[in-house]
């Protein structure tokens, strides 16, 4: 049987990859006026086509979304998002169906991707890790996100938690943003996405995600620390406690 499933899921990424690239190709004309534009018009038109792209992809896919606590949103207001890594669907989902126009924190050297990496640059701010200044320069477009009214979309584990407990290590990079902007932080727990899409293999398979939102987190009269210690203790226990 598990020999069965792991033939499936090879042959189900297979589909998940033409699909993915098919869709991505017709939506990209979609996308050509952000080419033109400035944000936060270019990262509102991004996040629509891509909403609409991947809604098609995760259908064909048979993959469902399934969301929570979506009125912990304000209208008017935005936030600083964190969201826990377990995968490269992660970035796939919140991006599109988190309800702001968000931008994400990415990798430099993706945006050398053909196409994808045009459409990636268009909702991200980008960063090599590697350098001092690129880092720095980084938080200062992350001011600019907030300051032109959009979420700013961080996964503060910096890396995919490989690991079998619910969280990694923090960093500090968001709740720096979020003491510095004096915006609320909204943690977002995911569910699934590891079942669904394994990147260490050529592996997918259908199944329902969960993205969870809780309660708005304020960083008045925290520190950045207390702030990170704050949100990974509520994170954590709310993993344990649905998962």
């Given at each position: 049987?598990?020999?069965?499933?792991?033939i499936?899921?090879?042959i189900?990424?297979?589909?998940?990859?033409?699909?993915?690239?098919?869709i991505?190709?017709?939506?990209?004309?979609?996308?050509?006026?952000?080419?033109?534009?400035?944000?936060?018009?270019?990262?509102?038109?991004?996040?629509?086509?891509?909403?609409?792209?991947?809604?098609?992809f995760?259908?064909?896919?048979?993959?469902?979304i399934?969301?929570?606590?979506?009125?912990?949103?304000?209208?008017?207001?935005?936030?600083?998002?964190?969201?826990?890594?377990?995968?490269?669907?992660?970035?796939?989902?919140?991006?599109?169906?988190?309800?702001?126009?968000?931008?994400?924190?990415?990798?430099?050297?993706?945006?050398?991707?053909?196409?994808l990496?045009?459409?990636?640059?268009?909702?991200?701010?980008?960063?090599?890790?590697?350098?001092?200044?690129?880092?720095?320069?980084?938080?200062?477009?992350?001011?600019?996100?907030i300051?032109?009214?959009?979420?700013?979309?961080?996964?503060?584990?910096?890396?995919?938690?490989?690991?079998?407990n619910?969280?990694?290590?923090?960093?500090?990079?968001?709740f720096?943003?979020?003491?510095?902007?004096?915006?609320?932080?909204?943690?977002?727990?995911?569910?699934?996405?590891?079942?669904?899409?394994?990147?260490d293999?050529?592996?997918m398979?259908?199944?329902?995600?969960?993205?969870?939102?809780?309660?708005?987190?304020?960083?008045?009269?925290?520190?950045?620390?207390?702030?990170?210690?704050?949100?990974?203790?509520?994170?954590?226990?709310?993993?344990?406690?649905?998962?």
């Open positions: 049987m598990k020999l069965l499933k792991e499936f899921a090879r189900w990424a297979l589909w998940a990859l033409v699909v993915f690239a098919t991505m190709l017709i939506c990209f004309i979609f996308m050509l006026p952000c080419f033109f534009l400035k944000d936060p018009q270019r990262a509102a038109l991004q996040k629509n086509v891509s909403k609409v792209w991947m809604r098609i995760l259908t064909l896919t048979l993959v469902f399934k969301t929570k606590n979506k009125n912990v949103f304000q209208k008017g207001e935005n936030y600083v998002l964190v969201c826990n890594h377990n995968s490269f669907m992660d970035v796939m989902i919140t991006n599109p169906f988190v309800p702001n126009v968000a931008k994400t924190i990415a990798k430099k050297s993706f945006a050398k991707v053909p196409i990496g045009w459409i990636y640059t268009w909702g991200s701010v980008l960063v090599d890790r590697k350098n001092p200044q690129s880092r720095f320069q980084s938080y200062l477009d992350m001011k600019d996100v300051n032109n009214r959009m979420d700013m979309l961080l996964f503060p584990e910096g890396t995919r938690n490989k690991t079998d619910p969280l990694i290590k923090f960093q500090s990079g968001a720096k943003l979020a003491t510095d902007t004096l915006k609320e932080i909204i943690p977002i727990v995911l569910f699934n996405t590891r079942k669904i899409l394994q990147e293999k050529f592996y398979l259908p199944g329902v995600i969960e993205i969870h939102y809780l309660s708005p987190v304020s960083p008045i009269n925290k520190t950045a620390e207390e702030l990170k210690d704050k949100v990974f203790e509520l994170m954590w226990n709310y993993y344990e406690a649905n998962y």
